[in-house]
């Protein structure tokens, strides 16, 4: 095996690592962005529960913040989960390059794990080796050109 071949199959392992990596990530980004909604479930019960007769409207207005911040959290966590999962698409049909590393650069903010995927994103796709397996915006990569098709698997039955 030549050294050009040694260090394909080597990039090739680690995108197919980076890849999993993603798709675990955002599966999980995404399980974890539900959770907010319990914040706006408590905070409808105390909207409706108080707004009694001749009750304070603390109540009411402590849930109202809570249903606001528990959207919003619902919002970002779910935004984050699926630029991973963009992340991992792109990784798999070697496109948008960019994509994925701005989307590791937002990874990189969960400590510990995210940490080690984003700089391990970033240690891979910063090889010249690998940045030439993603086309440029030129060769009609992130601009709207033909499809990229996806690299042949190691086995038959890996997909």
Do not use: N
């Not at 197919?16 to 599966?27: N, P």
């Not at 915006?137 to 698997?153: D, F, I, L, M, T």
């Amino acid at each position: 095996m030549t050294e050009q071949e040694r260090q394909s199959a080597l990039d090739q392992e680690h995108l197919r690592l980076l890849e999993i990596g993603y798709w675990v990530a955002g599966g999980f980004g995404a399980f974890l962005a539900l959770l907010p909604l319990l914040y706006v479930a408590f905070g409808g019960l105390m909207v409706l529960g108080g707004s009694g007769h001749g009750r304070s409207a603390a109540p009411a207005i402590v849930g109202a913040a809570l249903i606001v911040l528990g959207c919003l959290a619902c919002a970002a966590l779910g935004g984050l989960a699926a630029l991973k999962l963009a992340a991992a698409r792109s990784i798999r049909t070697r496109r948008h390059r960019m994509l994925c590393m701005a989307t590791a650069a937002l990874t990189c903010l969960g400590i510990p794990w995210g940490t080690v995927l984003g700089v391990c994103t970033f240690l891979v796709l910063e090889r010249p080796s690998v940045a030439a397996l993603f086309p440029t915006p030129a060769e009609g990569g992130a601009a709207g050109g033909a499809p990229v098709p996806a690299p042949p698997s190691g086995s038959a039955g890996q997909d």
